[in-house]
Structures are given as structure tokens and as C-alpha cells.
């Protein structure tokens, strides 16, 4: 394989890498605001369910406006990825029945 094909190669793992690090990082601020994880900033566990949503429509925007051009690994590690955080989401707001109040409905959910 020439260098040039080398290259690409290189370029295209690193995109990869790179794209499953921005999933994660939308989803560490997730786990964070829904009181899952520890604060960095403050030391401890908080909620903030705006963060949430946040996190959740950007990574919806993404899953959205990468349709089509995702490996299928990487379009099933966005879609699975959505599914839990809305769920853990709307799991927040439950109401003594069981239903996610409206305001955290998601389009396509």
C-alpha cells in the first residue's frame, strides 16, 4: 500500500476515534447532569436535567445531520447510545404513573 493509502487510512481511524469521543463527551454531560456521575468542577453528584437535554438534541442534531455517512458500527454506537440517555432522561421525570412529563419528549422517540 502506498504511503498516500497509509495515510487515508490514518485520517479516516482518527475521524472515527475522534467522532466516538464527542459522543462520549456529550454523554459524560448527561450522566453528570442526571446526578450519575460526579461534578469535576464541584466534587460532587448534582442534577441538572437542562445539561440533559443539551447533550441529548446535539447529539440528536448529530445522529441527524451524519445520517448516511456513519459506519454501522459507529451509527448503532449513536443510536444506542441516544436510546439510554433518553431513557435515563425521561426515567427523571416520571410522574407517580409512570409518564415522562411533555417536556421530555423527544422527536422520534
Not at 41 to 53: I, P, Q
Not at 66 to 80: C, D, I, K, Q, V
Amino acid at each position: 500500500m502506498s504511503d498516500q493509502g497509509k495515510n487515508n487510512i490514518n485520517v479516516e481511524k482518527q475521524d472515527q476515534v475522534l467522532f466516538i469521543m464527542l459522543i462520549q463527551q456529550h454523554q459524560k454531560i448527561a450522566m453528570m447532569g442526571l446526578g450519575e456521575q460526579e461534578n469535576p468542577a464541584t466534587g460532587r453528584k448534582e442534577k441538572d436535567l437542562k445539561a440533559v437535554k443539551y447533550a441529548i438534541d446535539t447529539l440528536t442534531m448529530l445522529n441527524k445531520f451524519m445520517a448516511g455517512n456513519l459506519t454501522p458500527e459507529m451509527n448503532n454506537y449513536l443510536a444506542t447510545t441516544l436510546k439510554e440517555l433518553r431513557d435515563k432522561y425521561a426515567d427523571t421525570g416520571r410522574d407517580g404513573n409512570g409518564n415522562p412529563p411533555d417536556s421530555l419528549q423527544f422527536p422520534g422517540n
